[in-house]
């Protein structure tokens, strides 16, 4: 499952603890009637929660998937094995910048 999918189970999760209406007592939209960027604002917090689920399980976890991506991007065929401890290093400080509260 992605941070897609999980924003919006978390969104409807959302709607229905709280009886379908806002802090503001107004009624909340379904996902599909929400504002596009409300729903970016969802996934990215379940993208932020599977990130710190990876570090529970696996700590380098995050850092692959950021090397991997920006490897596709890049065309960089460096498998992650083979990087240097630095480098790994490093990936895994931008990886944990990148969901730490700002």
């Known amino acids: ?5 999980l924003g919006r ?11 379908g209406l806002s802090v503001h007592g ?17 996934r990215a917090a379940a993208d932020a929660v599977l990130i710190l689920a ?4 696996d700590p380098e976890a995050p850092a692959r998937r950021a090397y991997r ?3 596709g991007v890049t065309g960089n065929d460096v498998p992650w094995g083979a990087t240097t ?6 990936w895994a400080a931008a990886a944990a910048a990148a969901v730490e509260p700002r």
Do not use: F
């Not at 499952?1 to 999918?5: A, S």
């Not at 189970?9 to 009886?19: D, R």
């Not at 990876?54 to 399980?57: E, G, N, P, Q």
């Open 1 to 5: 499952m992605t941070g897609r999918d």
């Open 54 to 57: 990876d570090l529970a399980d």
């Open 69 to 71: 991506a920006h490897a």
């Open 26 to 42: 107004d009624k909340l939209p379904d996902w599909a009637g929400q504002k596009p960027a409300i729903r970016e604002h969802w």
């Open 85 to 90: 401890k630095d480098t790994r290093a490093a």
């Open 9 to 19: 189970v978390a969104y409807e999760a959302y709607v229905q603890s709280c009886g």
